[in-house]
């Protein structure tokens, strides 16, 4: 088993920022039903149900501007790879509701300690 110090510093703070975003969508009524699901061909940070609608949700987490806000990273490539693993995740599990959503939470560090989350939803599909 890998200890914490052997994993990178980028994987920490992004899964950091994956529990908050877990945390914070709870608050707000979600109900989380899969945390980093992946295959060899996709990626989804988290899987939720909103209501009556399968949510498939990117999260980024920014500890400075180096990189541009949480929000900037989602481009049309990713976009297009986010809509690719939501049909396909929902391919493998049809008891799922039909009404799908990709939402995003950016989680924001580079103002000071205290984070600054944004929720998007609806991003795309």
């Given at each position: 088993m890998q200890s914490d110090q052997n994993i990178p510093l980028r994987k920490q703070r992004g899964h950091e920022g994956e529990l908050l975003a877990k945390k914070y969508l709870q608050k707000n009524g979600y109900r989380i039903l899969d945390i980093?699901?992946?295959?060899?061909?996709?990626?989804?940070?988290?899987?939720?149900?909103?209501?009556?609608?399968?949510?498939?949700?990117?999260?980024?987490?920014?500890?400075?501007?180096?990189?541009?806000?949480?929000?900037?990273?989602?481009?049309?490539?990713?976009?297009?790879?986010?809509?690719?693993?939501a049909l396909l995740f929902k391919q493998q599990h049809p008891e799922l509701p039909e009404a799908l959503r990709i939402d995003f939470v950016g989680i924001d560090y580079a103002e000071g300690d205290k984070p600054r989350i944004n929720l998007i939803k609806n991003i795309s599909l």
């Open positions: 980093n699901w992946q295959t060899r061909w996709a990626e989804i940070d988290l899987v939720a149900i909103d209501g009556d609608t399968l949510v498939f949700v990117e999260v980024k987490t920014r500890h400075s501007r180096e990189y541009g806000a949480p929000e900037e990273a989602i481009t049309p490539h990713k976009l297009k790879s986010l809509e690719h693993s």
